[in-house]
T-cell receptor, first 114, second 116 residues
Framework: AAGVIQSPRHLIKEKRETATLKCYPI?????VYWYQQGPGQDPQFLIS???????DKGSIPDRFSAQQFSDYHSELNMSSLELGDSALYFC?????????????FGPGTRLTVT | AQKVTQAQTEISVVEKEDVTLDCVYE???????LFWYKQPPSGELVFLIR??????QNEISGRYSWNFQKSTSSFNFTITASQVVDSAVYFC?????????????FGTGTRLTVIP
């Protein structure tokens, strides 16, 4: 069965640079979520999209932005990177935002800021 | 506000022992969903189970079982006859309808180490 695809899997950037993470949800899933997991921490919700519209925002810094495109893939753009942005970034997708259907997580993108 | 508490930060057991991971949640919503995810050393988040607030039936899947008790707001996870491959961080999570969104609120995780 198709799973959530994230690219790249690993990314190394320097401070003040920009990074773009991509997420390709499971086909026919209409909701995408982004989570950030710092070292030794639990995943923290950043932002979600339902049918290409932003549906909710969590603890996402103003330096970050995201969007969902017509083909349902999503991108998380991160500017002016800081050392504290080093984390594992997960994308998850689900079938609908109106129920508690399980979110299927991608393998994550490990971002290292040096 | 939603909150998930996993009081056990780390647990070590010897292979073949049974182990229970505790999860206590807080929410004012009457409709909510509870989840368990496994995060092995490779880092991915593996979905294990979902329970809705109206279904208190316990569930067993192989060596895994879950005990959902609304009276104590707990959703505990038991691994029977643990194996080395069970070593991972386990997260309990809660999802509610907040203005239409149903993002997950995670507990801080329990790191399980199974010693051969």
């Amino acid at each position: 069965a198709a799973g959530v695809i994230q690219s790249p899997r690993h990314l190394i950037k320097e401070k003040r640079e920009t990074a773009t993470l991509k997420c390709y949800p499971i086909p026919r899933h209409d909701t995408v979520y982004w989570y950030q997991q710092g070292p030794g921490q639990d995943p923290q919700f950043l932002i979600s999209f339902y049918e290409k519209m932003q549906s909710d925002k969590g603890s996402i810094p103003d330096r970050f932005s995201a969007q969902q495109f017509s083909d349902y893939h999503s991108e998380l753009n991160m500017s002016s990177l800081e050392l504290g942005d080093s984390a594992l970034y997960f994308c998850a997708s689900s079938l609908t935002w109106t129920s508690g259907y399980e979110q299927y997580f991608g393998p994550g993108t490990r971002l290292t800021v040096t | 506000a939603q909150k998930v508490t996993q009081a056990q930060t780390e647990i070590s057991v010897v292979e073949k022992e049974d182990v229970t991971l505790d999860c206590v949640y807080e929410t004012r919503d009457t409709t909510y969903y509870l989840f368990w995810y496994k995060q092995p050393p490779s880092g991915e988040l593996v979905f294990l189970i979902r329970r809705n607030s109206f279904d208190e039936q316990n569930e067993i899947s192989g060596r895994y079982s879950w005990n959902f008790q609304k009276s104590t707001s707990s959703f505990n996870f038991t691994i029977t006859a643990s194996q080395v491959v069970d070593s991972a961080v386990y997260f309990c999570a809660l999802s509610v309808r907040e203005d239409g969104a149903n993002n997950l609120f995670f507990g801080t995780g329990t790191r399980l180490t199974v010693i051969p």
